[in-house]
């Protein structure tokens, strides 16, 4: 492993254990060469995904952009960090548990809308406003009003 400090590509382990989600490890790293000392995670991949976008372009599945974009629309709500770390995880095994390594994004926002959807519907309607392109303040009544039960409206 590289060291982030100096560049040095012989670092040695210091200690390893399971992170806490306990899907990944987590390893302490020393430098020899500048004494830099950092931390490095490693988890499980099954396989290479490609998400190929509606436009037909492809790139590399990046599980930090995926987190990114989750940690953006759970910003200021209060979900526990370790509840997020594990959706992010299960998202993962189940877009490589699909069997193929093309993806469509479509699939990949379908199941990121339910994962949210599960732990909180304030997130999973940012999420939605992006990934469905909303453009005006009626496509979020539009969509808010089909979360909503169906309930009579109240007479006065």
Do not use: W
Request: glycine share 4%; with cysteine; proline share 5%.
């Amino acid at each position: 492993m590289r060291c982030p400090f100096c560049g040095n590509i012989d670092t040695q382990v210091k200690d390893s254990r399971p992170a806490e989600d306990h899907v990944s490890i987590r390893r302490r790293r020393f430098c020899p060469a500048c004494g830099g000392r950092f931390t490095t995670y490693e988890r499980v991949q099954l396989r290479d995904l490609v998400v190929v976008k509606s436009n037909g372009r492809r790139e590399d599945f990046d599980r930090d952009k995926l987190e990114r974009s989750i940690r953006i629309a759970l910003q200021k709500r209060p979900v526990e960090p370790e509840r997020v770390e594990q959706m992010i995880s299960g998202i993962v095994r189940r877009l490589e548990s699909l069997g193929e390594t093309d993806i469509p994004s479509k699939t990949v926002g379908e199941i990121v809308m339910e994962s949210l959807a599960r732990i909180d519907t304030v997130a999973y309607v940012r999420f939605a406003s992006v990934y469905k392109n909303f453009q005006a303040a009626d496509d979020f009544d539009k969509f808010v009003s089909e979360l909503r039960p169906n309930t009579a409206p109240e007479e006065t």
